[in-house]
């Protein structure tokens, strides 16, 4: 679909707002694009969050591809692809549903735990199970959360993001 000039110049002029954000240090500038005016409606902090959050996406494809076995497909034909991919997907909602839930029990915010290490750590449920254990799933994970590494450990970049972020966004003291 090829756009006019007119229709180009409509849609540039009826709802963009180019919102400019500085960041500290040598950090460049980096450069929003909104349909939403009213600063009230959506705050510059806001606008940066949703940035970040939509990265997300992308770590879930991630996700299923490596970690999930996705890249891979086990059948040529059309019905096994689906299958695949359908079954893949139903799985990781439930490894996010599970994620949830330990982040709940540990009090901890879910982008705090290690999807990966809860994926790994159900290799250990399993066995519970075969030894005739009945154990209920996140309490399991849960009691051994420092043994099976599901709470990511704070790194110092992250340290100096979250520094950076309070410096830009808290507000100045009025003198």
Sequence with gaps: MRLSLWEITVLILVSIQLDWFQSYGEQPWYQYLTNVLSPKQLSAEEVCDLYRRRWTIEEAFLLTKRLLGLAYLWVGNKNGVQI????TLIFYTVLNQLVGEVAISLNQPKEKISVEMVFRSLYYVAKAIARGEKPDTVTYLTERAKLFGLVKAERKRHREKDALN?????????S
């Design 84 to 87: 695949q991919i359908i079954c």
């Design 166 to 174: 309070r410096q830009i966004w808290e507000p100045l003291p009025l």
